[in-house]
């Protein structure tokens, strides 16, 4: 177990529709990393934040957005869902920007 | 041509067999880290490197900075370890922002 917690673990949802990840970082992590793993692109970064403000962004829509809440979840917003957003979603923490990063177990999203 | 290349893709051996994959890159790093992911899609980082050469138990990771090269080698190899290990490099500053190789899937047979 690594420590970091994400929810849900499966999401099934229509094509159009807006769902929200959830990750609780491991105690005393700042940092909080979302990944996007395609069967097509392999894994891909999204966005980082660190203590609540976005320290770095990656391959990441206009339709996504992400955010860092006071306790240090987070959470990422995926709206106007296509087919294509299917994917497994990860998010990772450490403690700060070059420390190692522990991965949470994934949410698995599907849009039908 | 992708910036992290992984070999090989696929690979089968049998227990006990020492196997070696290699990561191949092209962009100017800080940082090489390898992660391994099981079948049920959970990721756990093995190392972050980089420099040299680190060991965790049967795993051994290197990195040749002037050559771009990184191998990771898993001796004694059983059942457990077969999985997808990814090769990803860490071009600025931050760790989070890795760019990753396609994954090499290893599948040892008793």
């Known amino acids: 177990d690594s420590g970091v917690t994400q929810t849900p673990k499966h999401l099934i949802t229509a094509t159009g529709q807006r769902v929200t990840l959830r990750c609780s970082p491991r105690?005393?992590?700042?940092?909080v990393y979302w990944y996007q793993q395609s069967l097509d692109q392999g894994l891909q970064f999204l966005i980082q934040?660190?203590?609540?403000?976005?320290?770095a962004k990656g391959n990441i829509l206009e339709r996504f957005s992400a955010q860092q809440f006071p306790d240090l979840h987070s959470e990422l917003n995926l709206s106007s869902l296509e087919l294509g957003d299917s994917a497994l979603y990860f998010c990772?923490?450490?403690?700060?920007?070059?420390?190692?990063?522990?991965f949470g177990q994934g949410t698995r999203l599907t849009v039908v | 041509k992708n910036e992290v290349e992984q070999s090989p893709q696929n690979l089968t051996a049998q227990e006990g067999e020492f196997i070696t994959i290699n990561c191949s890159y092209s962009?100017?790093?800080?940082?090489l880290h390898w992660l391994q992911q099981h079948p049920g899609g959970g990721i756990v980082s093995l190392f972050m490197?980089?420099?040299g050469k680190k060991k965790h138990g049967r795993l051994i990771a290197t990195i040749n900075i002037q050559e771009k090269h990184s191998s990771l080698h898993i001796t004694a190899s059983h059942p457990r370890d077969s999985a997808v290990y990814i090769c990803?490099?860490?071009?600025?500053?931050?760790?989070?922002?890795?760019?990753f190789g396609k994954g090499t899937k290893l599948s040892v047979k008793p």
């Open positions: 934040y660190y203590n609540g403000e976005e320290r």
């Open positions: 990803a490099v860490q071009s600025g500053g931050s760790q989070g922002n890795l760019i």
């Open positions: 990772a923490s450490s403690v700060g920007s070059a420390a190692e990063a522990f």
């Open positions: 490197l980089s420099s």
């Open positions: 105690s005393g992590d700042l940092s």
């Open positions: 962009v100017g790093i800080s940082a």
